[in-house]
């Protein structure tokens, strides 16, 4: 509001284009200072840039073919000095002339009063053009596969997800939307630590490996370190290193339950949420027993990337079936026919079973069977890592991680007499 009734009710908006512009100008005037080839605009230029952006619009109303013309004459101006720039340097840089660009849309948005829209066009074109040389940095760090790795994340969770149907089909009720949620889910945890991974490539040792591999997948993890011990005389830190990706694998599940099912999450949290912290001080304080350079000199084995679309749609048909055996289980074999399947299902990946007792419960599954069906389903699965670490570990190694994941199965039955 105007609170000078002898300014003009436009002179808010006026200062506004004139700051905001002004702040482009002034990092392209710090940045031509500092560059050996000519570059166009400074503090001057691009304040009336603003300007002219700002009468446009005012001038036409806000209509928008008359603000297009003066976006295109503006336009032609920076063309001719790209030109200039071409024929008088090598550098063929175009980042000052988009950013003249924007400050033309900075003034119309300012006349509209979209000002947080102007003040975020102004803020994101100052950020992206100072941070150049970072940027250039990290472009240069991603590879081919990462960027097609981020590509099947949005194919999975943007492209496809909408179209689906948010109905329950079937007298199983499946719910495609639900399902393929799920997957997305799980995918994002999983390709969350899949990029830590890539970025820290191998630093921070044993023991970061371990806690990220965890939240990608604590039986991947189990078997890769458990390979590694034949060729690496390190048991204390291998399998320290394995009880704490048993660990992680809790406050992975309690993160799904919070998304999908706030009841069991809080049935479920605190028993998740002591056995992760005593998986990782007890992995911890057993890795640090061994050669203590090892914890920062040995890295992790090269992630695998976990969104293969192949890999989306298995997850989905597995969590599928998980459901209609759920049920078919409830209905014909009752609570110990759960807690059954929920011990088979340790031999693998336990997820598909969890995310289906989070949607059948609590239509299909008393909340009570479903809370003891996930607590059978991790101890079971920490059952059988141990026997796979046996299997394929150095003898050391192997004794040392089945007797911790034995004692983190029985551990986390406990939670089962109350």
């Avoid at 399998?239 to 009841?263: C, D, K, Q």
Wanted: aromatic share 10%.
């Amino acid at each position: 509001m105007n609170n000078f009734g002898w300014l003009p009710p436009e002179w808010a908006q006026v200062l506004c284009v004139l700051f905001l512009s002004f702040l482009i100008g002034l990092e392209r005037e710090e940045r031509k200072g500092t560059a050996d080839h000519y570059s166009f605009g400074g503090v001057r230029t691009f304040p009336l840039i603003g300007l002219i952006g700002y009468a446009m619009a005012m001038l036409s109303d806000g209509q928008l073919l008359p603000q297009a013309l003066g976006f295109a004459v503006v336009g032609g101006f920076l063309m001719i000095s790209y030109w200039h720039k071409l024929t008088s340097s090598a550098y063929s840089g175009v980042t000052s002339e988009m950013s003249g660009l924007a400050t033309y849309l900075v003034g119309a948005l300012v006349y509209r009063e979209m000002f947080w829209i102007a003040a975020t066009l102004t803020v994101s074109s100052i950020i992206l053009l100072e941070l150049k040389t970072a940027l250039e940095n990290l472009a240069k760090r991603i590879e081919t596969t990462d960027i097609l790795t981020f590509a099947k994340f949005l194919l999975i969770s943007s492209v496809i997800l909408p179209l689906l149907p948010n109905t329950a089909f079937s007298p199983f009720q499946i719910n495609p939307f639900k399902t393929w949620l799920v997957v997305v889910a799980v995918s994002a945890v999983s390709y969350s630590s899949y990029v830590l991974q890539r970025v820290l490539k191998g630093q921070g040792g044993i023991i970061l490996a371990a806690i990220l591999g965890g939240a990608y997948s604590s039986t991947v993890t189990t078997v890769a370190f458990a390979r590694r011990s034949m060729h690496e005389e390190q048991p204390h830190l291998l399998s320290g290193g394995i009880l704490i990706a048993s660990g992680m694998t809790y406050l992975r599940m309690a993160v799904l339950l919070a998304l999908f099912n706030r009841e069991l999450m809080d049935r479920l949290a605190f028993p998740f949420v002591v056995l992760a912290v005593l998986a990782m001080g007890v992995g911890w304080v057993w890795a640090r027993r061994g050669d203590a350079s090892a914890l920062k000199t040995i890295g992790g084995d090269e992630p695998k990337n976990p969104l293969e679309i192949s890999a989306a749609f298995l997850f989905a048909l597995l969590f599928v079936a998980m459901l209609v055996a759920t049920h078919l289980v409830i209905e014909h074999l009752g609570e110990t026919g759960v807690y059954t399947l929920a011990t088979i299902m340790g031999v693998t990946d336990v997820t598909p079973f969890i995310m289906g007792l989070t949607q059948a419960t609590p239509t299909l599954t008393p909340l009570h069977v479903a809370a003891s069906g996930i607590l059978i389903a991790a101890s079971s699965n920490n059952i059988f890592k141990g026997i796979y670490a046996y299997t394929l570990s150095s003898r050391q190694t192997g004794i040392q991680s089945l007797c911790f994941l034995m004692g983190l199965a029985a551990i986390g039955l406990i939670p089962l007499l109350w």
